[in-house]
């Protein structure tokens, strides 16, 4: 596709529940954002990757939360252990450049731990 | 502490008025802002950027202005159409080893009355 696929679109995990969450960027964009939203809030940072390797995932609230892009292409949010709130809408933007200008998003996976 | 503040949660126009966003932030590292809209159940659209050594950028109907000196930005939609009623995002990027991640504000929710 042209824009950037996230899946799934939504995921209810009972506490405690490993979850996964995918992200497709558009072909051939060097830099991969992931954001945490919250409701009510805008999207907070989570990590970012240039290619395979993880320059910055100060923005990750605990170890519990852990990503990867191991080609440079897709990358996967993982979180183990899930809490209540975690609870969010997680979005995954890309870019073609280092830079945020003209980051495109994806449509987001909005997880619910119950 | 909130970097970003969008202290507006949301705004009615009348179609065919001028629409004013207005956005503050803290840090004065921040070197260059955008504004994003998002529409429900899909991810943020970048809209326009400016950077830091300019006090203003057009593009179509939107115009982003910058007071460096009162570190507020305000967007500026004219003339306003019912499709442009979204949330819209104020975001900032900082030079330097953080330059690539964005901190964004709470949205403004505007609604164009036809």
């Known amino acids: 596709g042209a824009g950037v696929s996230q899946s799934p679109r939504y995921k209810v995990a009972k506490r405690g529940q490993d979850v996964a969450l995918r992200c497709d960027p558009i072909?051939?964009?060097?830099?991969l954002f992931w954001y945490q939203q919250a409701l009510g809030q805008g999207p907070e940072f989570l990590t970012y990757?240039?290619?395979?390797?993880?320059?910055?995932k100060s923005g990750l609230p605990s170890d519990r939360f852990f990503a990867e892009r191991p080609e440079g292409s897709v990358s996967t949010l993982k979180i183990q252990r899930t809490q209540q709130e975690d609870s969010a809408v997680y979005l995954c933007?890309?870019?073609?450049?280092?830079?945020?200008?003209?980051?495109?998003f994806g449509q987001g996976t909005r997880l619910t731990v119950v | 502490d909130q970097q970003v503040k969008q202290n507006s949660p949301s705004l009615s126009v009348q179609e065919g008025r001028i629409s004013i966003l207005n956005c503050d932030y803290t840090?004065?590292?921040?070197?260059?802002f955008l504004w994003y809209k998002k529409y429900p159940a899909e991810g943020p659209t970048f809209l326009i950027s400016?950077?830091?050594?300019?006090d203003k950028n057009e593009d179509g109907r939107f115009t982003v202005f910058l007071n460096k000196s009162a570190k507020h930005l305000s967007l500026h939609i004219v003339p306003s159409q019912p499709g442009d009623s979204a949330v819209y995002f104020c975001?900032?990027?900082?030079?330097?080893?953080?330059?690539?991640?964005?901190?964004f504000g709470k949205g403004t929710k505007l609604s164009v009355i036809p």
């Open positions: 990757f240039q290619n395979e390797a993880q320059l910055d």
């Open positions: 840090n004065s590292m921040f070197d260059y």
């Open positions: 933007a890309s870019s073609l450049v280092r830079l945020n200008t003209e980051a495109f």
């Open positions: 072909s051939g964009h060097v830099s």
């Open positions: 975001a900032a990027g900082g030079a330097g080893a953080g330059s690539y991640q964005l901190t």
């Open positions: 400016i950077s830091s050594i300019k």
